[in-house]
């Protein structure tokens, strides 16, 4: 291990957003005018995590899940056996992975959800969410940051 610790750089806000699309665009736009992006960051503040409920989750279609995903999984592995068989056998690899894929998914996708005995019933998508969210800039860099951002309309969205 080195002796040299690296100090943080100092960082000043440059803008503020009530959403991550708007600081993301004033980030790209900074990166489109020639900008060093790696002396930015995105600092969300009084970050939760939401998950959003999307359906009730039976045996049923946990099974169709499991099937869909095991179908993408067996047509990837029959790809690459494909890819390695005679020209005339390779569709057939491609429809027999795709095929077991999906059945032993389905297998896998109903007997997963049976053995959790109905503790969770519902499926979900879990995201970060922020009051607001923040584009800082390194301190020796902020100046240039700035005048790059009031030349155009980057600030839409802002707080």
């Known amino acids: ?32 005018a020639g900008f060093p992006v790696e002396h930015t960051a995105i600092v969300g503040h009084d970050v939760r995590i939401v998950e959003q409920v999307t359906g009730r989750l039976t045996r049923g279609r946990a099974a169709l899940y499991g099937a869909a995903s095991g179908a993408w999984f067996g047509l990837l592995i029959g790809l690459l056996f494909g890819l390695l068989a005679p020209f005339g056998t390779w569709i057939a690899l491609l429809l027999w992975g795709l095929v077991l ?5 389905a297998v896998f996708g ?30 020796e860099h902020l100046a240039r940051a700035q005048s790059l951002l009031s030349a155009g309309a980057a600030g839409e969205g802002r707080v």
């Open 1 to 32: 291990m080195s002796d040299v610790t690296r100090a943080t750089p100092e960082r000043r806000v440059l803008s503020s957003f009530t959403d991550y699309t708007g600081a993301q665009a004033a980030v790209d736009r900074l990166s489109d």
């Open 110 to 139: 109903f007997a997963g959800h049976a053995f959790t005995r109905g503790r969770r019933d519902f499926s979900s998508v879990q995201g970060f969410e922020a009051e607001h969210w923040d584009v800082t800039v390194d301190a």
């Open 101 to 105: 894929g999906a059945v032993w998914g």
